[in-house]
T-cell receptor, first 114, second 111 residues
Framework: IAGITQAPTSQILAAGRRMTLRCTQD?????MYWYRQDLGLGLRLIHY???????GKGEVPDGYSVSRANTDDFPLTLASAVPSQTSVYFC?????????????FGSGTRLTVV | SQQGEEDPQALSIQEGENATMNCSYK?????LQWYRQNSGRGLVHLIL?????REKHSGRLRVTLDTSKKSSSLLITASRAADTASYFC???????????FGGGTRVLVKP
């Protein structure tokens, strides 16, 4: 089934630990995105990638890093997790940039930092 | 910061009734999109309306856009229990910009 796969689905992580959230798409979409969803705050953009080999910062990039070595994969890394990074993380992709395409979302990773 | 603000925050209706929710935004946009999120799941794209369009339909969904008032509405006609979900508006300010989401409207359709 075409779409976005995120892993893990949930994780409890000790503060200070490093963690990578995985995201893979099989639609050959150029653009990919990472959002976090917090109650009452909607979704906020962390990082994005317009095409393989490029990345950019979103609204809340601090404490997170991304890479885009190929079209399909867009991992999000927390270098040293803090409790404020407790959230639900969504990866998304879109076919192109700048022409108003809808996003396809993964099912999310629920992360709790203790 | 949130570009879009949905109203109401929560809505409870009976099956068969219509559900209307509104989205207001602050700056000019290239397009506005509506998404649905079922509990514990990712967002699903419903409909996109461009800044030069005033109304679009998709099945039981009707979206309007008033750029002079910087607002949009989503109407779900003849609601079903399966329409129970949170609905989000998202705006693309300019071509190439990333989507900015509002806080969402939680809709409960009671059978």
């Amino acid at each position: 089934i075409a779409g976005i796969t995120q892993a893990p689905t949930s994780q409890i992580l000790a503060a200070g630990r490093r963690m990578t959230l995985r995201c893979t798409q099989d639609m050959r979409h150029n653009a990919m995105y990472w959002y976090r969803q917090d109650l009452g705050l909607g979704l906020r953009l962390i990082h994005y990638s317009n095409t393989a080999g490029t990345t950019g910062k979103g609204e809340v990039p601090d404490g997170y890093s991304v890479s885009r070595a190929n079209t399909d994969d867009f991992p999000l890394t927390l270098a040293s997790a803090v409790p404020s990074q407790t959230s639900v993380y969504f990866c998304a992709s879109s076919d192109s940039v700048g022409v108003g395409y809808g996003y396809t979302f993964g099912s999310g990773t629920r992360l709790t930092v203790v | 910061s949130q570009q879009g603000e949905e109203d109401p925050q929560a809505l409870s209706i009976q099956e068969g009734e219509n559900a209307t929710m509104n989205c207001s935004y602050k700056t000019s946009i290239n397009n506005l999109q509506w998404y649905r999120q079922n509990s514990g799941r990712g967002l699903v794209h419903l409909i996109l309306i461009r800044s030069n369009e005033r109304e679009k339909h998709s099945g039981r969904l009707r979206v309007t856009l008033d750029t002079s008032k910087k607002s949009s509405s989503l109407l779900i006609t003849a609601s079903r229990a399966a329409d129970t979900a949170s609905y989000f508006c998202a705006t693309e300010k300019a071509a190439g910009n990333k989507l900015t989401f509002g806080g969402g409207t939680r809709v409960l359709v009671k059978p």
